[in-house]
Structure formats: structure tokens, C-alpha cells
Nanobody
Framework: QVQLVESGGGLVQAGDSLRLSCALS????????FGWLRQAPGRGREFVAA????????YYADTVSGRFTISKDDAKNTVYLQMDSLKPEDTAVYHC????????????????????WGQGTQVTVSS
């Protein structure tokens, strides 16, 4: 099991940037893929981005590809989400979550595949 604590959310204007952090604790991080998923009011959870702890493979939703960058710092046991060119439609609660490594990367795009979740951090983008 992995514990995840997010930080870095806030209120910004369209076009601004924001960086979210996810502090990890637990064991065997190499057995997991770490993702960022978001939930807007009245909508279900949506995949945003993911990264493997081993190999640094990254995955992005089409809606954020080219604007968001996921990365990690092994020494700090932290996963980041750099969000640039923010849009009002990016407004949501952003959660960091952990998914066991799968044979097929398509699983990482499915919120139901993530077993451990942080409490979330609110990102609000005004127009």
C-alpha cells in the first residue's frame, strides 16, 4: 500500500501555470505506476497523466498532452504535475493515485485501476 499527499493547488487565471506535488510514502514504488486524475463538479473521475517509477514512461490524456508534464524525483519520493497554458475546463479536484504495474499500458488510463488515492487538491482556473 502507498500513501499519497497532494499539494500545490490554487486559483489561477487562464493561461497561467501551476505545479502540483504528490508526496509518497510506503514501499516498493517500482511496483507502481503513479497517476494524476481529476474530477470536475458533476463529472466522474478523469485520467490526466501517469508515470512509471521504473523506466520513467509517461502517459497523457489527449486533453492535456502538450500542456501538462508529469515527472518524479526519486530522492524526494515525489511525483509532480506541471500544468501550463491552463484553461477554465481544467478546473477540478486533482488526485494523485497509485496503480499496480500492468502488462498493458491501456489500464493506466482507467481510474478504476487505481487502488490508492490521495485526498486531492483543488485547481480553479478563471477565464
Amino acid at each position: 500500500q502507498v500513501q499519497l499527499v497532494e499539494s500545490g493547488g490554487g486559483l489561477v487565471q487562464a493561461g497561467d501555470s501551476l505545479r502540483l506535488s504528490c508526496a509518497l510514502s510506503g514501499r516498493a514504488f517500482s511496483s507502481y505506476v503513479f497517476g494524476w486524475l481529476r474530477q470536475a463538479p458533476g463529472r466522474g473521475r478523469e485520467f490526466v497523466a501517469a508515470i512509471t517509477w521504473s523506466g520513467d514512461r509517461t502517459y497523457y490524456a489527449d486533453t492535456v498532452s502538450g500542456r501538462f508534464t508529469i515527472s518524479k524525483d526519486d530522492a524526494k519520493n515525489t511525483v509532480y504535475l506541471q500544468m501550463d497554458s491552463l484553461k477554465p475546463e481544467d478546473t477540478a479536484v486533482y488526485h494523485c493515485a497509485a496503480c499496480s504495474v500492468r502488462h498493458l499500458s491501456t489500464y493506466y488510463y482507467q481510474p478504476r485501476e487505481y487502488d490508492d488515492w490521495g485526498q486531492g487538491t483543488q485547481v480553479t482556473v478563471s477565464s
